[in-house]
């Protein structure tokens, strides 16, 4: 079969990442693995236009797509124009949104929302699409039923033994691989090595979706990947990748055992970081050049509100920590919806003391799907379906002060962090070029253009503007929801195993 992966657009409404980071379309790559023996291209419309051209071209007989939640109705745009140029295309949803909030793609254009790994299920889904009976025999699928409302196949484990993945195909991205980057890393390749969660944040969601199991990969798997990755500059995209030392010790020794030379980038907690100072330094060495450390917040009772099991003592220790090693940190806060002005003061302080210069500030966004989303749902202030101010940078909950005020906070505590030159000079260290390069004016542009973002994000929430952000594009004509129950109920019961679930979205 002719299979076509894509990677939707940002929506109109979302701010920033993509001005300064645009990263391969990983998930993708390794869906594409899954599918051995059939024709498979990847279109990465974050860099590539043209979807109609590209159907007429290539002409697929199966297209498979993914995103976070800001992207839901950029995935349904895509399915739908799909379905207008043949209605008998096949349609797959997928990714970490699908997973836990499957009824948000409840549309008559998508045939199947997988639930699970998309690697392992792939093949078997692409064999199923023929038949319908077929379809239903295959666990871990969600089936669109009506507005909001999915029929659920059999259950089953998140994803098989992280091991036995192939690797991913870079090769379908190839001639996309120069213009991937993450802010200073540029060209860089994104690599998993773990999926899941080891601890239970209240405000994150990563650890549900894999029903509290995290899935790591071994050591040897890691460095074989390792070695066929031709970018210097790795980001290992793992929710956690610095947490097991006797993992981290073997991986250390077989980088260097096979004269492995890249920079990392990964992803750690704070308390792991300061109370294992030796492995920050074994890593250093070996070619760490940068940690992302969620912080989250500038106060005991703000992280324990979180469920972070960490404290500020912790935060501000790790961050010494990698500045003794010269690995740079780039650490996430989350401003909740009461901070007045002088929480924006205590903040900055925090961002100023601890010699930070690359930060990541997302406003508290309770997401469905996570432990906080039913103490914060009364106080949404955004449609759901408005998917693209979903985005970890919209306030989407009632705030304290003024929507626009909140805002402007928001972006003077970026300005006062991030566009200051002489900060840089102080405190950033590996990952900065020099200040007067164009390397360095790329990403200012980038910054600049969210910056302007922030200006109006405040007009975002205005109903013409989430008008906007929730339109789908348009309905495929005469095409409905499948009558997936009816199917099921002329199954014989012992065999197929089929559930309905409603799960109606939150409007404010």
């Not at 029929?151 to 993945?165: E, I, Q």
Request: proline share 6%; charged share 25%.
């Amino acid at each position: 079969m002719k299979i076509l992966l894509v990677r939707p657009p940002v929506p109109k409404h979302t701010i920033g990442l993509k001005n300064v980071m645009i990263c391969e379309p990983l998930e993708l790559e390794y869906v594409a693995a899954g599918l051995e023996g059939h024709d498979v291209q990847i279109m990465d419309m974050i860099l590539e236009k043209g979807f109609t051209k590209r159907l007429r071209s290539f002409s697929p007989d199966v297209i498979c797509t993914s995103c976070y939640i800001s992207g839901v109705n950029e995935v349904i745009k895509l399915c739908r124009k799909a379905k207008i140029w043949n209605r008998e295309v096949k349609t797959i949803v997928g990714g970490v949104h699908a997973s836990r909030c499957a009824e948000d793609f409840a549309d008559p254009a998508i045939d199947c929302i997988v639930l699970g790994d998309g690697t392992s299920q792939i093949s078997t889904i692409v064999e199923a699409l023929g038949e319908d009976k077929a379809l239903l025999s295959v666990p871990g699928l969600a089936l669109p039923v009506g507005p909001n409302k999915v029929l659920k196949t059999k259950g089953k484990a998140y994803m098989p033994n992280a091991d036995t993945l192939p690797l991913p195909r870079r090769d379908l991205v190839a001639h996309l691989q120069h213009r991937y980057y993450y802010i200073f890393h540029r060209p860089v390749a994104t690599m998993k090595t773990a999926w899941g969660c080891w601890y239970k944040c209240n405000f994150c969601f990563t650890w549900r979706i894999t029903d509290g199991h995290p899935y790591a990969r071994s050591p040897e798997s890691i460095v074989e990947e390792l070695e066929q990755i031709e970018a210097e500059d790795v980001y290992i995209v793992d929710d956690i990748f610095l947490i097991k030392s006797s993992r981290l010790n073997k991986l250390a020794a077989l980088i260097r055992e096979r004269g492995i030379k890249k920079k990392y980038l990964v992803y750690a907690r704070a308390d792991y970081i300061a109370e294992n100072e030796d492995i920050i330094a074994d890593w250093a060495e070996l070619g760490l050049s940068a940690v992302f450390i969620g912080l989250e917040a500038t106060t005991n009772p703000e992280l324990d509100s979180m469920d972070k099991e960490c404290s500020v003592d912790l935060n501000e220790k790790s961050i010494a920590v990698c500045r003794k090693y010269g690995v740079d940190v780039y650490g996430s806060l989350i401003p909740g919806p009461d901070y007045t002005e002088q929480e924006w003061k205590n903040l900055f302080a925090f961002i100023e003391r601890n010699k930070l210069y690359y930060v990541n500030i997302s406003p508290l966004t309770p997401m469905p799907g996570t432990l906080i989303w039913d103490l914060y749902k009364d106080r949404i202030t955004v449609p759901r379906e408005a998917h693209g101010l979903w985005d970890l940078s919209h306030m989407l909950i009632e705030t304290k002060m003024p929507l626009k005020q909140y805002y402007r906070w928001l972006l003077k505590t970026y300005m006062r962090t991030m566009l200051d030159i002489s900060r840089a000079d102080r405190y950033a260290l590996r990952t900065r070029p020099p200040v007067w390069s164009f390397r360095y004016f790329r990403i200012w542009k980038g910054m600049i253009k969210i910056m302007f973002q922030f200006l109006t994000a405040h007009r975002h929430h205005t109903p013409r503007e989430l008008a906007k952000a929730m339109y789908k594009g348009e309905p495929v004509p005469g095409l409905d929801y499948r009558d997936w129950a009816s199917i099921a109920s002329t199954l014989e019961t012992e065999e197929w195993t089929v559930q309905e679930k409603v799960q109606n979205a939150a409007f404010s």
